[in-house]
C-alpha cells in the first residue's frame, strides 16, 4: 500500500500538496474509496479518498495504525562523497535499511568535486530521494540530511558511538569488537559510521580520528569493501544484532 509523508497543514485539511495529488491521479489512477497512508508527525494513518481529481484530492481518515519500523538505535552514515550518482544509490538504500540520518563528507580522498553553488540543488534531490524510499519502505520518520561538511566540521559529541570503518582493522583479524559493541547500546542511542570514499580515509584523517574520544575502529568482516556497499553492511548488522535475535 501507497505510503505520503505530508506536512500538518495538508492533513488538517484532508488533502495532500498538489504534486502527490498528480501522482495519485494521474500516475497511481486512484479513485474514490481506494486507499493508502499518510505519515505525518511521526503517526500513521489509514485514509479513504472520498473525492480525486487532477487538481483535487479529498480523504477521511479510517484509523491510525501502531506502526513502527524503526530501528531502536539512532544511525547516522558518515559518507566519505564518492563519485559519479553513487551517493544517490547509498542513500536509497540506507534509508531503506533504517539509517536515521546522513552526512556527506568531503574528505581528503573525494575524487569528485561538486562547485559550492550546486549545492542546494543536490542536496534537494538527495533530500527527495530519501523522502521517497521512505515512504516505500513504510518509515516511521524521513531521515535527516545535512548539507556538505569536511571531517572536522562534524560535530561527533552528538554521538554515543562514531565507528570508523577501516580495512586496517581487518587486516589486523579484528572482527568481534562491532559486534561485542553493538551489544551495549541502549533504545534510542546516537551513533554513526563513518565510512571513507573511493581510496579510503586518508593517513591524516585517520589520526585526527583518534583524537575523539567516543571513536571506535572497526573491520567489516574478513572482505574489503567499496565505499557504496559499506553503509548497507553497517546497517544490516545493527538491524541483526538490534532486531532479529
Known sequence: ???????????????????????????????INDQFIIGVNNKNYLVRITKINLKELIYEIIEELPINNELDVRVTIIEGYPKGDKFEEIIKHSTELGAY??????????????????????????????????????????????????????????FKYVFVCYEEMAKQGEIKGFKETLKTLNINDNIAFIIGPEGGISPSEIEFLKTIPNTIFISLGKRILRCETAPYYCLSAVSYERELI
Open 1 to 31: 500500500m501507497q505510503k505520503f509523508f505530508i506536512e500538518e497543514v495538508d492533513f488538517n485539511n484532508h488533502t495532500l500538496p498538489n504534486d502527490l495529488i498528480y501522482q495519485a491521479s494521474k500516475v497511481l489512477r486512484y479513485q
Open 101 to 158: 540520518g546522513f552526512i556527506p563528507c568531503l574528505m581528503e580522498r573525494t575524487q569528485f568535486k561538486i562547485d559550492q553553488s550546486r549545492w542546494p540543488n543536490k542536496i534537494e534531490r538527495f533530500n527527495k530521494i530519501i523522502k521517497e524510499a521512505s515512504e516505500q519502505s513504510m518509515r516511521n520518520i524521513i531521515p535527516y540530511l545535512t548539507n556538505f561538511k569536511k571531517l572536522k566540521e562534524i560535530d561527533f559529541s552528538t
